[in-house]
């Protein structure tokens, strides 16, 4: 069985090394560097906490994988459980988190709804009194997204997987029935018996090449790196201001990875060719949202460095994972979730192209149709 995957970012790679598990022929097709396109802007978040309980299942089972990547791959992802903090302003958010909780203690997942007090222990700058609680999962944390993709790059290469950049996928071949036959490509075709569409950004511009119309968007997400007045602990969670809509996470020496979306418009960007220098202004305004929500953001904050990326969004913030058409396999559509459910997702792959079917997690709510028969998913943890 010959197999190519066209994106050779977390998704793509751990599809490959899960496929190269199975003993099958595996190519993968990057137009540019591993990586490059989402996966190293990425700001490395790995939770399970989710309103969804399918997203907290492909999170979950992602986790054990993250949890063992440095026995099972011999590398060192830097995962780190400062856990997370969903912090609510008004009392619709926090009875959200409260149903969350609830959701999440169904599904196995350690997460409690805490009081400003108790938040303020788990974060000690945080400005308690402008809050009426949240919702905390301690085991929740973050990683290096490259050391992440290094790690299953070097795996899928040592168990034979043909890594291909600078090849861009042109056309992809369909015989009468519509099934998959082959790749075009900027050197040349390749005959293939099924391809995966991991390719990100672009994952709707593959999925018209199969003839399918799929809806991904490609949204523009910035980050910033702070270095804050006062120097955060590494043990201080991943703290979300819902609200606010502003979120940081500790990084090294004390700096911050901090984001936040505050713009109403939200348009569709062009992959090739999208801003990705980021404002000063939105940097400083990220900081300002940040000082109402903790301490730690004093007027001498200094801003180190600050980038743009792409997350590639359905309407219901729900990745589509399925084969759409009969050699054709859609992992795409992660909106922001990609790096964290990569693992699970690399299973889920090789399951659907080598047995015809998932089975490590029930993914039938994850099919493209859903937006068509009018019942998309919902979440309301996504973090802009």
Known sequence: ??????????????????????????TVLEKGSLGSGSTDRANGGIRAHFSSPVSS????????????????FDTDIEFRRPGYLFMARTEETA???????????????????????????????????????????PNDGIADPHLGLQAFSIAANEAGVDIRTGVEVTDITLDGNGSVTGVETSKGSIEVDTVVNAAGPWAAEIAEMAGLNVPVTPKRRKLVIVDPETPV???????????RSVHFRPEREGNVVAGGHFAEADPAQDPDDFEE???????????????????????????????????????????IIEETRPGFVNAIGFSGHGFMQSPATGQLVAELVVDGEATSIDISSLTSDRFEGGSPLSEGTVID
């Open 1 to 26: 069985m010959q197999i190519a995957i066209v994106g050779g970012g977390i998704v793509g790679l751990a599809s490959a090394y899960y496929l190269s598990k199975r003993d099958v022929d595996v």
């Open 95 to 137: 009875e959200r988190f409260r149903e969350n909780v609830r959701k999440q203690e169904e599904l196995g997942v350690e997460s409690e709804f805490v009081s400003p007090e108790r938040a303020s222990e788990i974060c000690p700058e945080l400005h308690a009194d402008r809050f009426l609680g949240g919702a905390y999962s």
């Open 233 to 243: 602990p590494e043990s201080t969670p991943f703290t979300i201001d819902a609200d």
């Open 277 to 319: 220098r980021v404002p000063l202004e939105w940097s400083a305004q990220v900081v300002e949202a940040a000082s109402d929500t903790a301490g730690y953001f004093g007027p001498h904050s200094e801003i180190r460095r600050a980038w743009a990326g792409l997350y590639a969004v359905t309407p219901d913030h729900h990745p």
């Open 57 to 72: 299942k492909l999170s979950q089972r992602s986790i054990e994988v993250w949890e063992s990547i440095e026995t099972e």
